[in-house]
């Protein structure tokens, strides 16, 4: 059982499947169709909610039908996403204000050491 274990840990490394798991989950420029942006697509508020995608605010207390669309559009035949549509979420790199007004990129390393989160 060890050497199949080792062989394993030969062909694919954890390192590299957490490298790959972590860049399918992120959209970026090269994977719009990100795992992040597929559950937003899919998102319902409630069990009832019609449209995937679009929360719908309480006519009760908006006064008015408000939709918030936090998806991407659906085909209105198909009902199916465009997956060459244009992302809906974006994640940049993270960076921290300082008082003077600048905005370096935070590091891990600086985050940890001065206990900020990212």
Do not use: C, W
Not at 20 to 40: C, E, G, H, W
Not at 43 to 54: F, L
Not at 76 to 86: G, Q
Not at 98 to 106: A, D, F, I, N, R
């Amino acid at each position: 059982m060890r050497e199949i274990v080792d062989a394993f840990f030969r062909e694919r490394s954890i390192v590299n499947h957490h490298l790959a798991s972590f860049n399918d989950f992120l959209p970026t420029n090269d994977n719009p169709n990100s795992r992040m942006q597929r559950i937003v697509d899919d998102a319902r508020v409630s069990e009832d909610a019609g449209e995937r995608g679009v929360v719908r605010l309480d006519v009760q207390k908006t006064k008015s039908s408000i939709h918030v669309r936090v998806g991407r559009r659906r085909d209105s035949r198909t009902n199916l996403v465009n997956p060459s549509a244009e992302s809906t979420i974006f994640v940049g790199q993270p960076f921290v204000k300082e008082p003077v007004g600048s905005k370096p990129t935070l590091t891990p390393m600086e985050a940890r050491l001065r206990n900020l989160t990212y």
